[in-house]
């Protein structure tokens, strides 16, 4: 029988990956993707919880805010990108090194 | 319960589906196969809520993460990359460290969520969530509901803003 364990698991398998994404790659778009699989697998934690542990819905409308502020997210820092590639050229996050002393 | 054993094999489809086609998106050295591995990750997650019994969020997903979050990537890619650029490549670094790291939270994670005893309150029952959403939205949820039309806004204009050409 499918339990909340089973969708737990796989919510922690997508936050590791996108952790991996976030720590190992160069290009900020592709960060900006194991960002979106993070967000994906808190969304999938809350909406378990919110069938097998609550009883109600309020899970699911958490969810909602979070794909709403993920809409926001995706939006400015792609944006930021951008910019960020019309003024240095590239968007290889190492290169973006203006600060460093 | 040939019908509960089929239902079995659909989630595990679709578990394998969501965790491997994340896996592509974060070891694929082409950046456009990483996008469009991210679509398999996203419908496998509306799958996923589906099986949840959450209809609207899973609607919600197809429409706003693969309608609107995974075209705005493609934009990403396709903006920051020159044409003729063809194999788009991802340069990764730190492998080794992140590996262990990353199996280190992952196996803490799982190690947590499979010895807690979790507290099985009232299963909710399957039915259409839309209308209960909508009445929560327009009830208890009402100020959340108006700030993040307000977040909405405030993006909307920021992103334009950064990326607008300044003409000095």
Do not use: C
Not at chain 1, 66 to 95: G, Q
Not at chain 2, 7 to 23: E, H, N, P
Not at chain 2, 135 to 146: G, N, Q, T
């Amino acid at each position: 029988m499918i339990g909340l364990s089973h969708y737990l698991i796989i919510s922690a398998a997508l936050f590791s990956l996108g952790i991996m994404g976030v720590l190992t790659r160069k290009n900020a778009v592709n960060v900006l993707m194991g960002v979106e699989l993070i967000l994906n697998s808190a969304n999938i934690n809350l909406v378990a919880f919110s069938k097998y542990s609550s009883g109600n819905i309020s899970g699911q409308i958490f969810a909602i805010f979070i794909i709403v502020v993920a809409a926001a997210e995706a939006a400015v820092a792609l944006a930021i990108v951008l910019s960020m590639y019309r003024i240095i050229k590239t968007v290889n996050l190492d290169r973006a090194d203006t600060l460093k002393g | 319960m040939d019908n509960n054993l089929l239902a079995q094999i659909v989630f595990y489809f679709f578990a394998a589906l969501t965790v491997g086609s994340a896996a592509v998106v974060v070891f694929a050295k082409s950046l456009i196969r990483s996008v469009f591995a991210l679509l398999f990750t996203f419908f496998g997650v509306a799958a996923l809520y589906a099986f949840l019994g959450a209809d609207f969020l899973a609607a919600t997903q197809m429409v706003i993460y693969v309608g609107g979050i995974l075209v705005l990537l493609l934009f990403g890619v396709m903006l920051t990359h020159k044409l003729y650029d063809l194999n788009l490549k991802s340069e990764r670094y730190q492998v080794l460290p992140a590996i262990v790291v990353v199996l280190g939270i992952f196996f803490l994670l799982a190690g947590y969520v499979l010895r807690t005893r979790w507290h099985a309150g009232g299963q909710s029952p399957d039915a259409p969530t839309t209308a209960a959403i909508g009445e929560l939205f327009m009830k208890d949820y009402i100020l959340p509901f108006e700030v993040a039309s307000i977040l909405l806004l405030i993006a909307l204009i920021g992103a334009a803003m950064i990326v607008r050409r300044r003409s000095e």
